[in-house]
């Protein structure tokens, strides 16, 4: 088990440009929309969770901004 609901090999690449992504959670389906494309869908087995922000370096020379994320609840 790797503790992920889901994952995705359709992610396009994300270097050296400004990405917007949308995560929506509806009950317990979890959609990932990357520049209005949908490359993500799961169901989530669990109704808690934790909201967690992640991203590799690629040899300590990539940088990763997150800006105006808007967390709704409810």
């Known amino acids: 088990d790797t ?3 889901s994952t995705s090999t359709a992610i396009p690449a ?7 992504v949308d995560v ?3 009950g317990t ?8 494309t ?4 799961a169901t989530l087995g669990l109704t808690t ?3 967690v922000f992640s991203a590799g370096t690629g040899g ?7 800006t105006n994320a808007a967390i709704t609840i409810g």
Do not use: E, F
């Open 38 to 41: 949908q490359v993500l869908t």
């Open 60 to 66: 300590a020379t990539d940088r990763h901004v997150i």
């Open 49 to 51: 969770g934790r909201l």
């Open 3 to 5: 503790g992920y609901a």
């Open 29 to 36: 389906t979890l959609t990932v929309k990357i520049a209005g």
């Open 24 to 26: 929506t959670v509806s």
């Open 14 to 20: 994300l270097r050296n440009a400004t990405n917007h």
